[in-house]
C-alpha cells in the first residue's frame, strides 16, 4: 500500500465527475485507490501500484488524466523538475515558468510537439510524461531555459538532438 498527497485544488480532477477518473485509474492499473482529503491511498500489486502512483502524481502535479494515464504504457515515464532549484524569490520562479511555458504556452507546445512529450508547468514543478531517451533531451532544454540560455539557443539543442527522438 502507498499514499500520495496531491494539492487540494486537484483532488477533484482526479476524482472525476461521479467517480469516473479515479475508477478509469483503478481499471487501468488493477488497483484500489481511496482518497481522503488530499491523501490517496493506492493498494495493489508492487508494479501496478508504482503506475497508480506515478499517475496520481502526474495529476497532482498539473496534467490532465488522459495524459496522466498514458504512464500506464510501456516505457512511459514521470520526471518532475524543481525550480525552485533555479531561482529564490517567488517572482523569479513565476518568471522562469513563464520562461518554459513562453507566450500564449508557445513554448511549451514547441517542446512537446518536437520532443514527443507531455509536459505540466504547475506550482514550483515542471512535469514532462514520456519516453527516457526524449524526457533527457526536453528536460536538458527546460534546463537552459532556467538557467537563462536564449529560446533560439535552447531549441537549437533540441533541433541538434531531433534525430536521437523515438516518436
Known amino acids: ?9 486537484r483532488v477533484a480532477i482526479l476524482i472525476g465527475e461521479g467517480g469516473e477518473t479515479k475508477e478509469d485509474i483503478e481499471d487501468m492499473t488493477s488497483c484500489d ?45 514521470l520526471h518532475l523538475m524543481d525550480i525552485k532549484d533555479y531561482a529564490e524569490t517567488q517572482n523569479s520562479q513565476e518568471r522562469l515558468k513563464g520562461r518554459v511555458i513562453g507566450r500564449d504556452g508557445e513554448t511549451r507546445r514547441h517542446l512537446e510537439k518536437e520532443g514527443n512529450v507531455e509536459i505540466s508547468v504547475y506550482g514550483k514543478t515542471v512535469g ?25 539557443s535552447a531549441y ?7 534525430s536521437k527522438i523515438k516518436r
Do not use: C, W
Open 1 to 9: 500500500m502507498r499514499e500520495v498527497r496531491i494539492p487540494e485544488e
Open 33 to 77: 485507490i481511496e482518497v481522503r482529503d488530499n491523501l490517496a491511498t493506492i493498494d495493489g500489486e508492487a508494479l501496478d501500484e508504482m503506475d497508480a502512483v506515478n499517475v496520481v502524481k502526474a495529476i497532482g502535479r498539473g496534467f490532465n488524466p488522459d495524459k496522466a494515464l498514458k504512464l500506464v504504457e510501456k516505457d512511459k515515464i
Open 128 to 152: 514532462i510524461i514520456g519516453v527516457a531517451q526524449n524526457i533527457q533531451i526536453v528536460s536538458e532544454v527546460i534546463n537552459q531555459l532556467l538557467n537563462g540560455r536564449s529560446h533560439s
Open 156 to 162: 537549437n539543442y533540441l533541433e541538434k538532438n531531433q
